[in-house]
Antibody
Framework: EVQLVESGGGLVQPGGSLRLSCVAS????????MHWVRQVPGKGPEWVSG????????GYADSVRGRFTVSRDNAERSLFLQMNSLRPDDTAVYYC????????????WGQGTVVSVSS | EVVLTQSPATLSLSPGATATLSCRTS???????LAWYQQRPGLAPRLLIY???????GVPDRFSASGSASGSGTDFSLTITRLQPEDSAVYYC?????????FGPGTRVEIK
């Protein structure tokens, strides 16, 4: 089955860290760009970060640059998001998503993992 | 950075009716870089349309989209004909092709 499965979300205090993971199955993971997108309930999605298939092109939203780091392990068919210095406004559902190339639309999404930043 | 606005915020229509959703960008973008997504309650977004006009795999032909015939513009629309109960969802437009990829605030379609 073609799918993306995220994990690693949870409740963390402001200033804390979390590492999200996304495992792909059913398609050639190492041929596609991958992204993290977050969404606050009731709001539109927000692109967080993207990485191309060889990790040559990497980008971040201004709101997370310097605090979040995206990476991938093609051998393990996995995408990661290291989130440091978390703030309450980072609270959201975090999705991983696949795109044909780094700048394409997102044609496959995971089910999401919830990140809550609160004291 | 491009900003996307969507209208109306909510559409309430009867089964079998036609819904027309609008997406406007704050600056001219290529029609190659506009997508539409459907998000049903409790689920992740699902790609419906990419490159302004092209339906994603498995999307029924009741869904169609339009944009500028010139290849670039600021006004885009999504049309859903013969509305069915499973079309109840929030629909988002997205500008891509550059960073950051931007999403609109969404239009909620209710089937009453």
């Amino acid at each position: 089955e073609v799918q993306l499965v995220e994990s690693g979300g949870g409740l963390v205090q402001p200033g804390g860290s979390l590492r999200l993971s996304c495992v792909a199955s059913g398609f050639g993971f190492d041929a596609y760009a991958m992204h993290w997108v977050r969404q606050v309930p009731g709001k539109g999605p927000e692109w967080v970060s993207g990485i191309d298939f060889r990790s040559y092109n990497i980008g971040y939203a201004d709101s997370v640059r310097g605090r979040f780091t995206v990476s991938r392990d093609n051998a393990e068919r996995s995408l990661f998001l290291q989130m440091n210095s978390l703030r309450p406004d980072d609270t959201a559902v975090y999705y991983c998503a696949k795109s044909a190339t780094y700048f394409d639309s997102f044609d496959l999404w995971g089910q999401g993992t919830v990140v809550s930043v609160s004291s | 950075e491009v900003v996307l606005t969507q209208s109306p915020a909510t559409l309430s229509l009867s089964p079998g009716a036609t819904a027309t959703l609008s997406c406007r960008t704050s600056e001219i973008i290529s029609t190659s870089y506009l997508a539409w997504y459907q998000q049903r309650p409790g689920l992740a977004p699902r790609l419906l349309i990419y490159d302004s006009f092209t339906r994603a795999t498995g999307v029924p032909d009741r869904f169609s989209a339009s944009g500028s015939a010139s290849g670039s513009g600021t006004d885009f629309s999504l049309t859903i004909t013969r509305l069915q109960p499973e079309d109840s969802a929030v629909y988002y437009c997205q500008a891509y092709g550059t960073s950051p990829r931007r999403f609109g605030p969404g239009t909620r379609v209710e089937i009453k």
